[in-house]
């Protein structure tokens, strides 16, 4: 018995597709990644510092925000930390266009009839501006401001609410509460 060891020709169109299928296969990664697909890419920090105020605090506010601070992730929910171009100690940034933490603020004046969110242990008044959410911390010894672009949305908050237990004291319930 004898066995034929010739097999026909691929046909031109196969080895179109042969040839064309890793290039397609890296044309597709090289878009995804383009367009922010992998985990960091979209997220790199920014070269430019975030604009930041830097209030001169007395000394137990200060020791307070440099804890803070300190505890902060590098990284918020995938959002990477970002420079601020004051008070490193008492400020941070995460994002593009990003989210600002800034600690030892002014307490915000809260209206009577305000609506305070309860999130993850801190109680925040939040104030709705053009374009940003101002998120104001009502229940802490020290202030803490956390801006929020309308790109973003508040969940953000829950991120920074394990630092800001961990690290600025609560205050007893006043005439408010969450």
């Known amino acids: 018995m004898t066995v034929d060891t010739t097999r026909p ?5 196969r080895i179109a597709t042969f040839a064309a299928l890793p290039v397609a296969l890296l044309a597709g990664l ?18 430019a510092a975030v604009p930041a ?8 506010p200060a020791t307070v925000c440099r804890a803070l601070v300190a505890k902060l992730p590098d990284a918020l929910g995938g959002l990477a930390r970002r420079p601020v171009t004051a ?5 941070a940034a995460f994002g593009d266009p990003a ?15 305000a609506q305070l969110l309860g999130l993850s242990n801190v109680c925040w008044y939040p ?23 309308k790109a973003a949305d508040g969940s953000w908050l829950v991120n920074l609410s394990a630092p800001i237990v961990a690290t600025v004291p ?9």
């Open 9 to 13: 020709a691929p046909s031109p169109g």
């Open 30 to 47: 090289v878009a995804f990644w383009g367009l922010g697909g992998f985990p960091g890419h979209a997220d790199k920090p920014s070269a």
């Open 53 to 60: 105020e830097a209030p001169q605090l007395a000394p137990s």
């Open 87 to 91: 008070g490193a100690e008492q400020n």
């Open 99 to 113: 989210i600002v933490l800034s600690c030892g603020v002014a307490q915000a004046t809260i209206p009577p009839d």
């Open 127 to 149: 104030e709705e501006r053009s374009g940003e959410t101002v998120w104001h911390t009502v229940d802490r010894e020290v202030a803490l401001r956390v801006v929020v672009p």
């Open 170 to 178: 609560a205050t007893a319930p006043g005439p408010v509460h969450c």
